[in-house]
């Protein structure tokens, strides 16, 4: 069992940067590959970004792709995400997971994660 509870969320400038965290409970944080998942008001949620279990690959989604780095310090039990130049259509909740099985370089849905975090708001102003 991972706990996931995610912080960094907040209001932004367009332009601006946020980095959020995401600290995992367990002594299993390191086997699973981590990603952050976003969700707007009357969207559906969607992939944002992930990274293998050692930290060594990443995979992002187009929308987010040169703006937002995803990180992890296995140390730490901590997934971070760093999002720079924001823009109002960033706007969404954004929410960590888990996913137990093995690493591949493509855009996970929400059905491949195991575990979920509540989420942390984050709001682009223009």
């Known amino acids: 069992q991972v706990q996931l509870v995610e912080s960094g969320g907040g209001l932004v400038q367009a332009g601006g940067s946020l980095r959020l965290s995401c600290a995992a409970s367990?002594?299993?944080?390191?086997?699973?590959?981590m990603g952050w998942f976003r969700q707007a008001p009357g969207k559906e949620r969607e992939f944002v970004a992930a990274?293998?279990?050692?930290?060594?690959?990443?995979y992002y989604a187009d929308s987010v792709k040169g703006r937002f780095t995803i990180s992890r310090d296995n140390g730490k039990n901590t997934v971070y995400l760093q999002m720079n130049s924001l823009k109002p259509e960033d706007t969404a909740v954004y929410y960590c997971?888990?996913?137990?099985?093995?690493?591949?370089?493509?855009?996970?849905?929400?059905?491949?994660?195991?575990?979920w975090g509540k989420g942390t708001p984050v709001t682009v102003s223009s």
């Open positions: 367990g002594r299993t944080f390191s086997s699973n590959v």
């Open positions: 997971a888990a996913d137990r099985t093995g690493w591949r370089r493509v855009e996970l849905t929400p059905g491949d994660m195991d575990y």
């Open positions: 990274i293998n279990r050692g930290g060594s690959d990443t």
